[in-house]
């Protein structure tokens, strides 16, 4: 599999990319980060284990209210959160603490910010946060290292039909890539058990959302991430450009039944996947962590009778 992220999706500058993680969402989690939490969320319902421990990676852009879902459905789970930038810690904590009066003191564990269990997770969240890392191999193999083995690994991210319509005209009108390129989900599970996994299982469903005005339909798209893309546009735009842009995004609504509101695809991508019992490969010489030696060692006891 190649490594180089020039080679293959994502096409994104790290450096960008770094920026956009270390900035706060100025009005909480997006509305459309929340809705495909909640739909992540009910596909809960068809994974029988039981977690009883779990935790949420990023969950101040990934979903506040998905958050919250999770808790309510593992009441009896310890729970944690990933914050994986020091810059927002605070903020997640704030916005993640329950007042004295409310119900949700009741409703389970106390939300832990330490570190997570020697063994790790059964259960890692991740919502909406691995299309913009700039080596997702890295962050899904360092998912893989949080999971606990038989844990599994439950995430959603935008898949390469997102802004389909957007990129289009930028193409049409000569001007730089509208953002940087989304992975498929065939190669998500490719990563998955690259990096250890197994039992990937992938889905996928497109979103159409709809705006009455450019201003609208932009403020949106702000909320949800920025273009990454080492080839955009390498200065900030001027007043001539922002005003094409929002002449032609009209033209972005569909000729039959879209009452003229503009309207942009987004593909939704969904995986999980379960952490087996760690295995040595047959090399000349491996390299295992002292968790994975404890766990073989743990799995080939024979049990006293």
Same mark, same amino acid.
């Given at each position: ?105 009741? $409703?389970?564990?106390?939300?832990? =910010? ?5 063994? /790790?997770? &059964?259960? @890692?969240?991740?919502?909406? !946060? +691995? ?14 290292? $949080?999971?606990?083995?038989?844990? =599994? ?5 935008? /898949?390469? &039909?997102? @802004?389909?319509?957007?990129? !289009? +005209? ?136």
């Amino acid at each position: 599999m190649a490594t180089d992220p020039q080679r293959r999706p994502p096409t994104i500058d790290a450096a960008a990319a770094a920026r956009w993680r270390r900035l706060a969402p100025a009005d909480g989690s997006p509305w459309l980060h929340e809705e495909i939490g909640r739909r992540m969320e009910d596909r809960l319902q068809w994974i029988k284990a039981k977690p009883r421990h779990w935790a949420d990676w990023a969950p101040l852009r990934g979903g506040l209210e998905a958050h919250e879902l999770l808790a309510r459905r593992y009441r009896e789970a310890e729970a944690f959160v990933i914050e994986p930038e020091p810059a927002l810690a605070a903020a997640t904590s704030a916005a993640l603490a329950a007042p004295w009066w409310s119900a949700r003191r009741w $409703q389970g564990g106390k939300l832990r =910010f330490d570190g997570l269990p020697e063994e /790790g997770v &059964d259960l @890692l969240w991740a919502n909406m !946060a +691995l299309h913009m890392a700039a080596d997702p191999e890295a962050l899904i193999a360092h998912w893989h290292r $949080q999971v606990a083995t038989d844990g =599994f690994l439950m995430f959603s991210c935008f /898949g390469p &039909d997102t @802004l389909r319509e957007l990129r !289009a +005209l930028h193409a049409r009108l000569g001007w730089p890539a509208a953002s940087h390129e989304f992975t498929d989900m065939h190669d998500w599970g490719d990563m998955l058990v690259h990096a250890g996994f197994a039992e990937p299982v992938m889905d996928m469903e497109r979103i159409v959302l709809t705006w009455a005005t450019p201003d609208a339909a932009l403020a949106e798209l702000r909320t949800l991430g920025r273009n990454l893309h080492p080839a955009r546009f390498p200065a900030l735009r001027g007043r001539a450009w922002q005003a094409a842009l929002h002449k032609a995004l009209p033209e972005l609504a569909p000729a039959e039944g879209g009452e003229g509101r503009i309207a942009l695809t987004f593909e939704i991508i969904y995986g999980h996947a379960f952490k087996p019992t760690p295995r040595v490969s047959l090399s000349a010489e491996s390299a295992v962590s002292l968790r994975e030696m404890r766990e073989m060692l743990q799995r080939g006891r024979p049990s006293a009778h």
